[in-house]
């Protein structure tokens, strides 16, 4: 089984599409290459904000492809596996191995709202078919179906399940999970407003939404977290959370990307069923951009390097 360094910030990536909706893979590439050049510590391809269910098979191959060829090997590439079906997760996890990625990030499956042993179950299918390493994402908000501790611990014996993101914002499951296995499982943060106390109570790394606008910025205050620099991390998250909450809602691709938009990143469409945002909520996420570009506070050095 090949081995990830699972430390440091991953954004999920934007998906990047034509006027036409068609997928623009050079834009794509052009927002990875970016991320790697500020300095973000790994890839996270095809998740929630890279709108996965958008996309046909082929096109989260090249997506996949896209990735692989962009990072040369500078930073691990993750590929979300999200599929209403263990068979079709299991389909995708070995696409990506075929690509040579460096792990994949399984969601429950989705649609289907499934009891414990049959969420346990659907982790364990996927597992059985891939040797690359596994971050089990648990998004219950968005997904419905809820990984508990429980259903994590579960897994234990699952030699390449290494890895728990929780987006469920509450963060006790990290105390939790780690009281009835130790440090089996790697934690890593997965909703950006709670991100600092997640560090604190043992995530090793943050898959991030914002830091695709702000990747110093989310680079630089998982860092100051990780290193305990609590007073220099507690005001940069004060400018940060206003952002950050843009991640916990239900429209967060289409807010993240307006925001990757604005810094001159990438584009904020968004694949139909997902629409732009209204006037006012539009308004809403530029007021809260105007005001942190004018607040834009100088970062505390953290050993931040661009990689070239």
């Known amino acids: ?21 068609d997928l623009d893979i050079d834009a794509t590439a052009k927002v990875m290459d970016g991320l790697i050049r500020d300095g973000v510590s790994g890839l996270i391809v095809c998740g929630t904000v890279g709108e996965n269910t958008s996309l046909s098979r082929s096109e989260k191959v090249a997506v996949m492809e896209a990735a692989k060829d962009v990072a040369r090997g500078r930073v691990p590439v993750i590929a979300g596996v999200a599929e209403f079906t263990t068979a079709f997760a299991s389909e995708v996890a070995k696409e990506a191995e075929r690509v040579g990625l460096d792990g994949v990030m399984v969601m429950p499956a989705l649609v289907y709202s499934s009891k414990p042993h049959e969420t346990a179950a659907h982790f364990r299918g996927v597992a059985k078919a891939t ?17 508990t501790p ?12 290494v890895c728990f993101k929780d987006s469920s914002g509450d963060t006790r499951r990290f ?30 790394g943050w898959v991030s939404g914002m830091s695709n606008a702000f990747p110093q910025e989310g680079e630089t205050l998982f860092r100051l977290a990780k290193a305990g620099r609590y007073e220099e991390a507690r005001a940069l998250y004060e400018w940060f959370m206003p952002l950050l909450h843009l991640d ?7 807010c993240i990307k307006l925001c990757e938009h604005i810094m001159g990143r990438g584009s904020e469409l968004t694949r139909p069923p997902r629409l732009a945002l209204g006037p006012e909520e539009r308004a809403a996420v530029e007021a809260v951009m105007g005001k942190a570009l004018k607040t834009r506070p100088a970062l505390p050095e953290v050993g931040l390097k661009s990689a070239a």
């Open 1 to 21: 089984m090949a081995k990830i360094g699972w430390e440091g910030v991953f954004p999920a990536v934007t998906t990047q599409f034509k006027p036409n909706f």
């Open 248 to 254: 916990a809602r239900p429209d967060l691709v289409q």
């Open 175 to 204: 105390t939790d999970t780690k009281n009835m296995v130790g440090d089996r499982f790697v934690l890593f943060a997965g909703l950006d407003d709670v991100v600092v106390e997640s560090v604190m109570l043992g995530a090793a």
């Open 131 to 147: 040797s690359l390493p596994i971050m089990v994402y648990n998004n219950p908000p968005i997904y419905k179906n809820d990984v």
């Open 150 to 161: 429980d259903i994590l611990v579960s897994l234990a014996d699952c030699e390449n399940v």
